[in-house]
């Protein structure tokens, strides 16, 4: 038996065929780890910023509609009803916003405050601290757009490339 055993292994060794070492398999043991713990961050960082993005629009959209009413309780009503569309349709993964809009007699504000729980298992116990939140204030002036456009063309400017100026 033990010469069969050398004759296989003389062939295999002329032929250039051996066998796999156990340290790849204990270095690729070592190494998935990493690999699949970097694949996860990169997961958890574009989950974070779309929702960035995401409450970004979110407050435009609320500072856009808010400052086109002319009651200051209509501007509020209109800017949390465009908060809420946005948030509640397309963020993803366990966030919590809390949303501020006010508006004043000149301009409206909006204030959005963010946080993505991480969950409590292996990734909360990695990061220091289990939730990464961010916080969003915008401003922009409130106005009638009628009355803007007429005032705007009573100044002499007009619509500018429509051939009226």
Not at 53 to 74: D, F, M, T, V, Y
């Amino acid at each position: 038996m033990d010469r069969i055993i050398r004759k296989i292994q003389k062939r295999n060794r002329r032929k250039g065929r051996f066998a796999l070492k156990a340290s790849a398999t204990i270095e690729a043991s070592l190494l998935m780890p990493l690999i699949l713990g970097t694949i996860m961050l990169v997961i958890y960082l574009g989950f974070f910023l779309y929702g960035e993005i995401l409450l970004e629009k979110a407050a435009e959209s609320a500072l856009l509609r808010a400052g086109n009413e002319r009651e200051k309780e209509e501007s509020v009503a209109v800017g949390e009803l465009a908060v809420k569309e946005i948030t509640e349709k397309k963020l993803a993964g366990p966030w919590e916003v809390e949303s501020d809009v006010k508006a004043y007699e000149g301009k409206a504000t909006v204030s959005l405050d963010g946080v993505m729980g991480f969950g409590r298992g292996l990734s909360g116990k990695l990061v220091s601290s289990d939730r990464l939140g961010f916080s969003i204030q915008r401003a922009a002036p409130r106005f009638d757009s009628g009355s803007y456009i007429r005032t705007v063309k009573k100044q002499g400017n007009g619509y500018v490339g429509s051939g009226t100026d």
